[in-house]
């Protein structure tokens, strides 16, 4: 049995966990910043880093002796990402690997919330389409084989999960926007306001845009007013159908037989229901734990990447912009 202690430092979570063979968690911590940067209604770069840096070692100690395994690899986040977040990380990873004569295994960010399907029960098969939301990143990926990936369409301006974030603070609601829109529209109508769905044309290809949803928001909250129940509802509704119409574009366009949803975003409670009751192949969505940033999902590509003489030296860098293919 193969044990990869992974860690997760990106953002503004600080994951730590050990996996089995890839796919069993055997103890795994998360730290959360959120109470920490909500005040500012989103991240500050230079907090999260810090945070990062007051917590790590705690967070491993903790794992490490709630696990009582040899450990056979450490993986890290090696980006995209905050700079100082991913230094934090890289950095405690090598050392460690150093220190137990281990190998250092860098994961890229999006692999990562990919891997995290394979910790759920059953775990998808390659090939599979792979839509991957959150709050920096949308996008869709043919996952042809392990860490062979074709980028099928990104987001051109805000990330739903940005856009999330933007509308929740246009109708003051607290940060992060996802969860608060989420209670916030469930009291509401979601037909109220018909809001646009830009870019869902089959001429626009599988590239999101989600700027323009976000500033019909707001001119509609200048304009007319209404309820804000009413207003997060019919956001909601119209950012879950982009994703939809989206998806489903991919799968006919490349024939895909499963789908993996994953990212913080895929935690929604309606994109869950409408991806798992309106698709007609197999849907893969982790669980809500494992839908944000956390170390479980690293340690599980990280085991991958073991198992395919992926291993990386000491040199590798983090790198914020880290392209996925």
């Known amino acids: 049995m193969t044990h990869v202690l992974g860690i997760e430092t990106s953002c503004d979570e600080t994951g730590v966990a050990v996996v089995a063979d890839g796919q069993r968690i055997v103890a795994a911590e998360v730290a959360s910043q959120i109470d920490i940067h909500a005040r500012f209604g989103g991240v500050v770069p230079e907090i999260a880093s810090r945070q990062h840096t007051e917590c790590i070692s705690q967070l491993v100690q903790a794992v490490i002796e709630e696990a009582q395994v040899r450990i056979d690899a450490v993986a890290a986040t090696i980006g995209p990402g905050l700079m100082g977040s991913l230094l934090v990380g890289v950095s405690f990873a090598k050392a460690l690997a150093l220190s137990w004569d281990v190998p250092f295994v860098p994961v890229h960010h999006l692999e990562g919330h990919l891997f995290s399907a394979f910790l759920a029960d059953p775990p998808p098969e390659f090939p599979f389409l792979a839509l991957i939301v959150s709050g920096g990143h949308t996008c869709l990926v043919h996952c042809e084989r392990p860490h062979h990936y074709q980028m099928l369409g990104t987001t051109r301006d805000d990330a739903v999960g940005e856009s999330f974030d933007k509308v929740a603070r246009l109708l003051d609601l607290p940060y992060p926007g996802g969860p608060s829109i989420q209670r916030a529209g469930a009291e509401g109508d979601d037909q109220a306001v018909t809001f646009p769905r830009p870019m869902t044309g089959k001429s626009d290809g599988l590239d999101f845009s989600y700027s323009g949803l976000k500033t019909a928001v707001l001119y509609e909250l200048r304009d007319r007013g209404g309820v804000v129940a ?24 490349t024939g895909a037989d499963r789908l993996v949803a994953a990212g913080g975003v895929a935690a929604n409670r309606l994109l869950r229901e409408r991806l798992t009751s309106e698709l007609d192949i197999p849907v893969h969505v982790p669980p809500l734990s494992l839908c944000v940033d956390n170390g479980a999902m690293i340690a599980a590509a990280g085991h991958s990447r073991l198992m395919h003489g992926m291993a990386g030296d000491m040199r590798a860098a983090p790198t914020p912009n880290l392209p996925l293919s």
């Open 230 to 253: 009413d207003l997060a509802a019919s956001f909601q509704a119209a950012a879950v159908d982009i994703l939809l119409i989206k998806t489903r574009q991919a799968i006919e366009e």
